[in-house]
């Protein structure tokens, strides 16, 4: 028989004396407040709420207590439960507080670090707008030709029915890389480096079956100093088309659509008289102002730096091939007719951009290319 009441006392539970849970509780709350990061916190939190910890064995040891017992047992380990609950709250958050300032100034980007990395370059404008150029005559049928800078005195001069006198032959032109007369020289023909892309018109009319529609870019030559509008190595595009039956209002079209293509609707050229060796007859090619489009013309009101108000601007040379360059190339002058056009590929950059110095163009630096973007 057991004795009288005894087991009614939850004193007599020694888990559940209030010294006891106090204890357990000051534990608690002294390791939540210890832990200084959120690994031993969620520890700590094992420890004192876990399904082993003190307290919770205390919690198991209410349900043996006689119902009037269970009352005042279960509320002060409840209380002594909810306060370590509070604690660890309020710890969970400080602690996630702290560990987010730490992460920002940790994982933060300093944008105003120098940048280390080296510069990716860029293509060179002049690139980019002659493939844009090819590629508007690719789109029509042409294919793109080749030849040598370093060129045979005949090709860049002779073939293309050039006067042995004539003065673009003088050295104050023409680079000479090997005279007429030089080591190895046959006392006809010199080497020179190209002074036009035209020779490439005649490789290509000896290599190529007829008809020919080619379009030709490429650097080319001349002995001139470098300032503002010249430069001794520039970038041309050579077109010629052979076929039966050309004829200038051909080459016309073919000079409106490409004006067209570059610089948008609206666009024209015009054919000014002048004279070429390789053709006839030959013309000076202006295109419409693509600033003013010939607004300025006899309006003061209105004046276009561009054109200097002139409503048009020069491009380059152009023509029906001269039969006696067909002839040098072994075609029949009286079955096929042609026409050539040629013009500066730096001269028409700086219209379409705005580049006011040519040696911009040529120094190579990254600081004129980069702005251009890439353009593929
Ligand atoms: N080759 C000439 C030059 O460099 C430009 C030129 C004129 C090219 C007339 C042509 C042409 O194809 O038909 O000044």
Redesign the pocket.
């Known amino acids: 028989m057991s004795a009288p009441n005894k087991s009614y006392d939850p004193v007599e539970v020694e888990a559940l004396k209030p010294e006891e849970i106090e204890r357990m509780r000051d534990a608690a709350l002294a390791a939540v407040a210890a832990a200084t990061d959120l690994d031993a916190l969620a520890h700590a939190k094992t420890a004192h709420t876990g399904g082993a910890s003190p307290l919770a064995l205390a919690n198991r040891e209410i349900g043996a207590l006689p119902p009037q017992a269970k009352a005042e047992a279960g509320k002060r380990v409840g209380q002594a439960r909810g306060a370590v609950n509070k604690a660890l709250a309020a710890r969970q958050s400080e602690l996630e507080a702290e560990r987010d300032a730490r992460v920002l100034v940790e994982e933060a980007v300093d944008v105003t670090l120098p940048y280390d990395r080296r510069p990716a370059g860029a293509r060179h404008p002049l690139t980019t707008l002659s493939e844009r150029i090819e590629d508007i005559f690719v789109a029509m049928g042409y294919e793109v030709a080749e030849g040598p800078e370093v060129e045979s005195e005949w090709f860049n001069f002779d073939a293309?029915n050039f006067p042995p006198d004539h003065p673009a032959r003088e050295t104050q032109d023409t680079f000479f890389v090997e005279g007429p007369e030089g080591p190895g020289g046959s006392g006809e023909s010199g080497v020179v480096l190209r002074?036009?892309?035209?020779p490439v018109?005649i490789r290509a009319l000896l290599e190529r079956e007829l008809p020919v529609y080619v379009i030709a870019p490429g650097r080319?030559y001349r002995s001139d100093e470098l300032d503002a509008t010249h430069t001794p190595v520039f970038a041309?595009v050579?077109?010629?088309a052979v076929d039966e039956g050309l004829t200038m209002a051909d080459l016309k079209g073919t000079l409106d659509h490409m004006v067209v293509s570059l610089f948008g609707e609206g666009m024209t050229t015009r054919l000014r008289p002048?004279h070429?060796p390789?053709?006839e007859p030959?013309?000076e090619m202006d295109m419409l102002c693509y600033v003013c489009r010939g607004d300025s013309v006899g309006n003061p009101d209105r004046p276009c730096r561009t054109c200097s108000s002139e409503g048009w601007i020069e491009l380059?040379?152009?023509?029906?091939?001269n039969p006696r360059v067909l002839t040098a190339c072994g075609v029949d002058p009286e079955k096929y007719s042609g026409?050539?056009?040629?013009?500066?590929i730096e001269r028409m950059l700086m219209f379409r951009h705005s580049v006011e110095d040519m040696r911009d163009i040529v120094e190579g630096d990254v600081r004129f290319t980069l702005p251009f973007g890439m353009e593929i």
């Open positions: 293309l002074t036009h892309t035209s018109q080319v041309q050579e077109l010629l002048n070429f390789f053709t030959s013309a380059g040379g152009c023509g029906v091939v026409f050539a056009f040629g013009f500066g």
